[in-house]
T-cell receptor, first 112, second 108 residues
Framework: KAGVTQTPRYLIKTRGQQVTLSCSPI?????VSWYQQTPGQGLQFLFE???????NKGNFPGRFSGRQFSNSRSEMNVSTLELGDSALYLC???????????FGPGTRLTVL | KNEVEQSPQNLTAQEGEFITINCSYS?????LHWLQQHPGGGIVSLFM???GKKKHGRLIATINIQEKHSSLHITASHPRDSAVYIC??????????FGKGTRLSVIA
């Protein structure tokens, strides 16, 4: 089975712009979670989607949003980018009756 | 106060040494996860524990629910074990809460 894929892998944006990141889960997995990783805060949960519905949401401002499509692929969007949004954004999928999360390689976002 | 505390933050070991990384948490949990993150960012889930002990190859993870403590052991360490090891917990149906990670360097 193919693993979790994320696109793009690297992204450079400027303050005020918006960005959309994509995540394709392992085939058959219906849960997709998004995480932000920064040197200062470590890994933090953003949100989780299951069957196109947001199931959990972390403590992030409304500029961070996401969605999931019927094929379980998920996107997250960050509007009005700030310097502090520079981070590695990871998605993870879960399914097959287990609670193990399978992580993608991440998208490294740099905001200038 | 972080709900999940790891120690040590950094660890350097000689190849072949036995390594222990500790994780303490402050609330009742549903499960505890050990993750490995190599340079470049990719994360691999190593173990998920709710009680007892699990072993996979040279890796052993234990958890003591009463003491709210878990350990990850690496036997016969090797330079390819160099990575950041992250402890995370789930509380009920809430998503993962992560520790800050332990950076391990194994020197040949």
């Amino acid at each position: 089975k193919a693993g979790v894929t994320q696109t793009p892998r690297y992204l450079i944006k400027t303050r005020g712009q918006q960005v959309t990141l994509s995540c394709s889960p392992i085939s058959g997995h219906r849960s997709v979670s998004w995480y932000q990783q920064t040197p200062g805060q470590g890994l933090q949960f953003l949100f989780e989607y299951f069957s196109e519905t947001q199931r959990n949401k972390g403590n992030f401002p409304g500029r961070f949003s996401g969605r999931q499509f019927s094929n379980s692929r998920s996107e997250m969007n960050v509007s009005t980018l700030e310097l502090g949004d520079s981070a590695l954004y990871l998605c993870a999928s879960m399914g097959g009756g287990t609670d193990t999360q399978y992580f993608g390689p991440g998208t490294r976002l740099t905001v200038l | 106060k972080n709900e999940v505390e790891q120690s040590p933050q950094n660890l350097t070991a000689q190849e072949g040494e036995f390594i222990t990384i500790n994780c303490s948490y402050s609330v009742g949990i549903s499960a505890l996860h050990w993750l490995q993150q190599h340079p470049g960012g990719g994360i691999v889930s190593l173990f998920m524990l709710s009680s007892g002990k699990k072993k996979h190859g040279r890796l052993i993870a234990t958890i003591n629910i009463q003491e709210k403590h878990s350990s990850l052991h690496i036997t016969a360490s090797h330079p390819r074990d160099s990575a950041v090891y992250i402890c995370a917990v789930t509380i009920g149906n809430t998503p993962l809460v992560f520790g800050k990670g332990t950076r391990l360097s194994v020197i040949a």
